[in-house]
């Protein structure tokens, strides 16, 4: 009995040299592969200052006008759709790693933050987007008089 070429392949993985495995799969791989089918999930960075909390998304190569960020109560939605560039027929993909698809990202805000859109900035650049979140100023201690009876 002979073997799918797809199991054959498996079972030769394991005995073969990992850098011949990576040029076969460079070269012989079609153009759509896991990563390319997996959904999109940009990375994220959230720091804090004295003033303000940033959050902080990697969306390479898309535009201002695919994202969208919201304030629903104390959550920060940023979603979005990386598009794929169309293939042309002077381009032929042998490999495809870049993950496509939509997005959406939730981020729980501290108490300590005005989750008002007044208290958000949005900047996109370079294909980084950047959220400020401003704090609530901080009120000073207030004494209160303890009066007797």
């Given at each position: 009995?002979?073997?799918?070429?797809?199991?054959?392949?498996?079972?030769t993985?394991?005995?073969?040299?990992?850098?011949?495995r990576?040029?076969?799969?460079?070269?012989?791989?079609?153009?759509?592969?896991?990563?390319?089918?997996?959904?999109?999930?940009?990375?994220?960075?959230?720091?804090?200052?004295?003033?303000?909390?940033?959050?902080?998304?990697?969306?390479?190569?898309?535009?201002?006008?695919?994202?969208?960020v919201?304030?629903?109560?104390?959550?920060?939605?940023?979603?979005?759709?990386?598009?794929?560039?169309?293939?042309?027929?002077?381009?032929?993909?042998?490999?495809?790693?870049?993950?496509?698809?939509?997005?959406?990202?939730?981020?729980?805000?501290?108490?300590?933050v005005?989750?008002?859109?007044?208290?958000?900035?949005?900047?996109?650049?370079?294909?980084?987007?950047?959220?400020?979140?401003?704090?609530?100023?901080?009120?000073?201690?207030?004494?209160?008089?303890?009066?007797?009876?």
């Open positions: 009995m002979r073997l799918p070429t797809l199991l054959r392949r498996r079972r993985d394991l005995v073969q040299d990992p850098f011949e990576w040029m076969r799969e460079m070269f012989e791989g079609d153009a759509t592969n896991e990563a390319a089918e997996a959904r999109f999930l940009p990375v994220a960075n959230v720091a804090e200052t004295d003033k303000e909390w940033l959050v902080t998304l990697e969306l390479p190569g898309m535009d201002e006008k695919e994202i969208d919201r304030l629903h109560g104390t959550q920060l939605v940023v979603s979005g759709e990386r598009k794929h560039e169309q293939t042309t027929k002077e381009k032929q993909y042998h490999r495809i790693e870049t993950s496509y698809g939509m997005f959406e990202r939730r981020f729980e805000l501290p108490p300590e005005r989750a008002e859109p007044d208290a958000v900035r949005a900047t996109f650049h370079k294909g980084l987007l950047e959220i400020h979140v401003q704090k609530r100023e901080a009120k000073p201690m207030a004494r209160i008089p303890v009066r007797g009876e």
